[in-house]
Every structure is written in C-alpha cells, then in structure tokens.
C-alpha cells in the first residue's frame, strides 16, 4: 500500500474544515432584507475552497511518496540561532509587517488608497524594486484594488472604511 504524504494529510484536514465550515455556513441568520443571503458569498468562497482542495487531493494522491531521507527539512532554516531564522522567513516576516501597518493605517487612509499602498509593497517586496516593477506592480495595484472597491462599493454596498484622505459616497 501506498504510503500517505505531507500534502494527503493537509488536504485531508483542509477538506474537513471546509465541510464544517459550509455545515456552520448554514447556520447563518437572514434578516428578510437585502438581495443577497448573508450566508452566500461564505459558502460561495467555501465552495470554490473545497474544488481547490480536491484538486490538491487528487494531485497529491497521483504524486510519488517521498523518501524524508532523501530531502530533510528542504524548507527548514540553514543555520542556528534568531539570524537563521530571520533571514530565511524574511519575506513573510515584511509581508505580515506591511499588512499590519495597513491594518494601522486603514482609519486614515481607506480602503481604496490603503489597500493600493499594500499591494504595491508587497508585489515589489516580492518582485523586486526595478523601475519597470514599479511601473507595473503600480497599475497592477490601482487596477485590482480599484476594481475590488467598486464591486464591494458599488456592486455588493459593502460600506468599506473611507478614511480621512478620500471619501467618496
């Protein structure tokens, strides 16, 4: 018999959280006003998570097992002590750093030119800091997160955090 890996297991338990999520998903009260249920865009993103998360499945099962004596710890740190650590999850440690400062910023900036300034720094922490990154994780960012905006201001009348900066509506 076929030995399980890492990525059997974690699709495993990813499957079973999204079907207690979708379960707990159906629990959630309508109030008999708007359009849209409340209980629809989580099980609209719990549904597009679980066919995600078959795809993993079916893809982890077909892939070979692993010998974990051929390849120990590939992504552990390749030194000892705090420095190790630090310059081996550097980017993610900056990202998580970037997404607080964000959050922080959000009561002045908004949404929309919050939500611009964190993806352009993160995509050119990420992608690097050349003049035409910038010019391109720039559109990048005003285009996505501009678009996110008017679908959840516009089309869903989500009322996002305006900010001192812009207020539009």
């Not at 609209?44 to 710890?73: C, H, R």
């Not at 630090?86 to 900056?94: A, L, Q, T, W």
């Amino acid at each position: 018999m076929k030995k399980l890996n890492r990525d059997v297991v974690i699709a495993i338990l990813t499957l079973a959280g999204c079907g207690i999520l979708g379960w707990q998903s159906l629990s959630i009260r309508d109030p008999g006003y708007g359009t849209l249920a409340p209980a629809a865009w989580p099980q609209f993103v719990l549904a597009l998570l679980t066919v995600f998360s078959l795809i993993y499945f079916f893809q982890s099962i077909a892939a070979p097992a692993t010998d974990p004596a051929e390849n120990p710890a590939a992504d552990a740190p390749s030194g000892k002590g705090l420095g190790a650590f630090f310059e081996h999850y550097r980017n993610p440690i900056i990202c998580y750093a970037i997404y607080f400062a964000f959050l922080l910023t959000l009561p002045v900036l908004g949404a929309l030119i919050g939500g611009i300034l964190l993806v352009f720094l993160l995509l050119n922490v990420l992608g690097g800091w050349s003049p035409a990154a910038l010019v391109k994780h720039g559109l990048i960012a005003i285009i996505s997160m501009g678009f996110m905006w008017s679908l959840f201001s516009f089309g869903l009348r989500v009322i996002l955090p305006e900010g001192m900066i812009f207020t539009i509506l």
